[in-house]
């Protein structure tokens, strides 16, 4: 499961350092976003999800902002560990009936120890 | 922690030859997916699957592909004809419905190459 690409923005911080890894989205009916993390050779892991209706949501170490008006997410990681290495993806659901997400480019964070 | 499974893990096969490959959702989840990671790029919808039927595809999910939910806890996806762009990892994927949207839980793929 390479998402490993020749092209994918990278994101270099110190371990204990804060991380802001940033995401534009097209589609303004989008109403439900996902960031999801994904180490080489793994599957997408769910990190923090945001529903249209808030600008921003906390979980543990991480925290997600949505600015509706430039179509903007950000994904901010306290604290960087080592164990935080890895792209990360942003995800939509473009709030038509359905369920499926359309990813982004994806961003790779590389976390010095 | 219950997971979403995939197997196999890798698959090799010639190009025209047919595959399927398996996944085990979730048990208590209602909405099933296909997506495909080509090398390097972004992950792309296949399609998604509900109440025994197809409820979304893409572009990208044409003829050649079918999805099957054959009992009730394994659901597969079949290329009929492979080529050598389907190959790519193909990770599948649920989630429960509780009213809207809610996210997606993503088993370890299988990587698929086609020769």
């Known amino acids: 499961g390479e998402s490993v690409g020749l092209h994918l923005p990278t994101l270099s911080v110190q371990e204990g350092d804060n991380s802001i890894i940033n995401c534009a989205y097209s589609n303004s009916a989008s109403d439900y976003f996902i960031w999801y993390k994904q180490e080489s050779g793994k599957g997408p892991q769910f990190i923090i999800d945001?529903?249209?209706?808030?600008d921003k949501r906390q979980g543990q170490r991480v925290t997600v902002l949505l600015n509706k008006t430039v179509k903007h997410l950000s994904l901010q990681i306290a604290a960087t560990q080592p164990g935080d290495s890895a792209v990360y993806f942003c995800?939509?659901?473009?709030?038509?009936?359905?369920?499926?997400?359309?990813f982004g480019g994806g961003t790779r964070l590389m976390v010095k120890p | 922690e219950p997971e979403v499974t995939q197997t196999p893990s890798h698959q090799v096969t010639q190009m025209g030859q047919e595959v399927i490959l398996r996944c085990v959702p979730i048990s208590n989840h209602l909405y099933f997916y296909w997506y495909r990671q080509i090398l390097g790029q972004k992950v792309e919808f296949l399609v998604s699957f509900y109440n025994n039927e197809i409820s979304e595809k893409s572009e990208i999910f044409d003829d050649q592909f079918s999805v099957e939910r054959p009992d009730g806890s394994n659901f597969t996806l079949k290329i009929r004809s492979t080529k050598l762009e389907d190959s790519a990892m193909y990770f599948c994927a649920s989630s429960e419905r509780t009213g809207g949207v809610t996210e997606a839980f993503f088993g370890q793929g299988t990587r698929l190459t086609v020769v």
């Open positions: 945001i529903r249209s209706n808030m």
């Open positions: 995800a939509e659901n473009p709030g038509n009936a359905g369920n499926m997400l359309t």
